[in-house]
């Protein structure tokens, strides 16, 4: 099992998101993705199941999923393990 993060991206800024750069956290389990997200200080409440389960990361949180061991991947990679996620058995990520 691991934990992959894409690299980070120019975003447009919002209330909701005042910085620049965003990246997604993914894992191969929902269960490893949210003992990392704790691991680094992200709020389970931030966590995002609708379009595919992920956290977004700030630049810094970024930063410390890469240092904690989290796989830097490019988004091709990011897709196949989103791809290999929804082929688990077990239930469907929520609307």
């Not at 997200?37 to 956290?55: D, E, V």
Request: proline content about 8%; overall charge positive; hydrophobic content about 45%.
């Amino acid at each position: 099992m691991s934990v992959y993060v894409d690299r980070l991206r120019a975003v447009p800024t919002s209330r909701a998101w005042r910085w620049p750069q965003a990246a997604h956290l993914v894992a191969d389990s929902e269960a490893e993705l949210h003992a990392f997200a704790a691991s680094i200080g992200l709020l389970r409440a931030w966590y995002q199941p609708r379009s595919f389960p992920h956290y977004d990361l700030t630049p810094s949180r970024w930063r410390r999923a890469v240092q904690r061991g989290a796989q830097i991947v490019e988004r091709r990679e990011l897709v196949a393990v989103m791809r290999r996620f929804r082929e688990q058995p077990g239930p469907a990520p929520r609307a």
